[in-house]
């Protein structure tokens, strides 16, 4: 969905455990879709996409799942370590404005 | 292969200065997108380029501008530089438009605080 200045999420989890983040995005038109990773200080990262014509998607250690009926997409990380920590953002492709819309992103903080 | 490479990494400016930042994409993209991020808005869609041609533009005043190199190189200028535009300035690269639905890779930024 669009940035709209909220306050950003957070989610926090033990380490070891999986991580489950959710996104909800605007556009029903939307055919794609990517999940970043951002870290204190550095620009986004790429970690996994989707296209529309899938609902599921497996990378290393993280899956992305895509429910087009209700316009949510979710990130989900297998046991969660350390480095996971970082603020996380869903990006779909607005086919009609030609450009990637953000999220307002999601805070994943790891308890030892 | 290198990544996206932006310069510089901090920038500081005054009121009514004007700035240029570079974004060097990914060797074979032709596409390069700028994004300003605040912690108030998040990221947000400046403007991007391809093959040297502005395709699509965000809600910024004009005192926004960019423009794209043959080479694929990409600079954005800000002029009459306001404290709002303290920002961090992201630029990412993509082989084609990212309209198109593609993977796009971001830079590490250019963090502009101006006072």
């Known amino acids: 969905g669009e940035s709209v200045g909220l306050h950003l999420p957070t989610l926090s989890v033990q380490e070891g455990d999986n991580s489950i983040i959710n996104c909800a995005y605007s556009?029903?038109?939307?055919?794609?879709f990517i999940w970043y990773k951002q870290e204190s200080g550095k620009g986004p990262q790429f970690i996994i996409d989707?296209?529309?014509?899938?609902d599921k998607r497996q990378g290393q250690r993280v899956t992305v799942l895509l429910n087009k009926t209700v316009k949510h997409l979710s990130l989900q990380i297998a046991a969660t370590q350390p480095g996971d920590s970082a603020v996380y953002f869903c990006?779909?492709?607005?086919?009609?404005?030609?450009?990637?819309?953000f999220g307002q992103g999601t805070r994943l903080t790891i308890n030892p | 292969k290198a990544g996206v490479t932006q310069t510089p990494r901090y920038l500081i400016k005054t009121r009514g200065q004007q700035v240029t930042l570079s974004c060097s994409p990914i060797?074979?993209?032709?596409?390069v997108s700028w994004y300003q991020q605040t912690p108030g808005q998040g990221l947000q869609f400046l403007f991007e380029?391809?093959?040297?041609?502005?395709?699509n533009k965000g809600n910024f005043p004009g005192r926004f501008s960019g423009r794209q190199f043959s080479n694929s190189r990409s600079e954005m200028n800000v002029s009459t530089l306001e404290l709002g535009d303290s920002a961090l300035y992201l630029c990412?690269?993509?082989?084609?438009?990212?309209?198109?639905?593609?993977?796009?890779?971001f830079g590490q930024g250019t963090r502009l605080t101006v006072v």
């Open positions: 990412a690269s993509s082989l084609v438009l990212t309209g198109m639905g593609t993977e796009a890779f």
């Open positions: 556009n029903s038109a939307s055919d794609y």
């Open positions: 989707i296209r529309s014509n899938m």
């Open positions: 990006a779909e492709n607005d086919k009609g404005a030609q450009k990637l819309v």
């Open positions: 060797s074979g993209h032709r596409s």
């Open positions: 380029y391809f093959s040297e041609t502005q395709r």
